[in-house]
């Protein structure tokens, strides 16, 4: 018993032993991991864990070296204006955030994102795009959350930036972001190809009307139209909106219209649970109704003439037109015959005159009777 003690006395010495050496192996392995994380930091960058950040420092690219277990990678405020398949040479499986955000990115070109297959965040907000490829995400790519803010200050190219959201290839992204962009009007159907989005922003983005289909997004359940140019939301679009009970929207900021253009609208507004500023609405115009809340109007209230007194009303600002040009064309011959008829109205004053000057002849010697006889003898 003694002896057999003894035995398994030295054997959970050996265990003891070798697990402590193979803790402090762990430790080794754990702590060469790290220094070979960090060994390959970028210039110009700093590197914290699994983040890399490379803010502010003026770079006219995309840092080559990223070490492969990034998760978050920062290249802000720089000076990038195109990235391309060789922003991103070398499979990165970790990255799941990517922000480029304030890089004055002009162009996006096809496959930039394939080797970055878990991308979940991507930011690309303050930018000044052009060109953005419709192949710039691979095929039922995994983005999540695209931030595109600040990001169009031409309204006439938006529908050639934004058709990569049509192709098809982010059928999993969740939140949109477009606000502070001159878009003015949506593409027809852009947001056709994104069947699992949740939430869009539009806030201050020029907006002037929502055309008929382009919210068409099934799970849609937060949309913000904040300080956009919207007067009216015509009949299809309520119709549109009515037909998702569960979305949340946000209408506040704009110039609402107090006229026939919203009478659908107004009981639309009071009897709908959707708009969730709805006490923020008031009115813009006309000027009896001017901030006026647009839940307290009355239908009564609403200025909408009828269809002949428009008519009149045009035809009216025609003809004023009209006589306003034709009294400028005659001032204006008055104008350049001025020497003229001043020659022919001196011409007639004379002419007044010489007659004025024979009646008063005739009348002296009528008054006169000796005048008269004389004047009678002479004619015989």
Known sequence: MRLLSTSCGCDRGEIRGRGGRTS???????????????HGCPDKCFCDSQTVKCLNQDLDEVPQSIPANTTVLFVTGNNIS?????????????????YLSGNELESVDAKVFDNLPNLVRLDLSSNKFQTFSEEAFPHDYPLQILNLSRSFHN??????????????????????????NDLVVLPDDVLAGLPSLLNLSLQNSSIISIENGTLKVPLLRDLDLRDNS???????????????????????????RCDCFIEDMLPWLKNSTQVVDVQNLTCSEPEGLRRQPLIQVERS???????LESVLETSYVFL?????????????????????????????????????????????INSDPRLANLSINSDV
């Open 301 to 307: 209230q609403l200025k909408c003439a009828s269809g």
């Open 155 to 180: 309204h006439s190219i938006v529908d050639v930036v934004l058709s990569f959201l049509q192709k098809g290839n982010l059928r999993r992204l969740k939140v949109l972001d477009l606000s502070n």
């Open 230 to 256: 919207l007067k009216d939301l015509p009949p299809a679009t309520l119709a549109e909106f009515s037909l998702k009970p569960a979305l949340r929207i946000q209408l506040a900021g704009n110039p609402w």
């Open 82 to 98: 195109r990235i391309s398949v060789d922003s991103f040479p070398t499979r990165l499986e970790q990255l799941t955030d990517l």
């Open 320 to 364: 004023g037109l009209v006589l306003a040009l034709i009294g400028v064309i005659f001032l204006l011959v008055l104008y350049l015959n001025r020497k003229g008829i001043k020659r022919w109205m001196y011409n007639i004053r004379d002419a007044c005159r010489d007659h004025m000057e024979g009646y008063h002849y005739r009348y002296e």
């Open 24 to 38: 402090r192996m762990m430790r080794l392995l754990f702590l060469l991991a790290v220094a070979l994380a960090c």
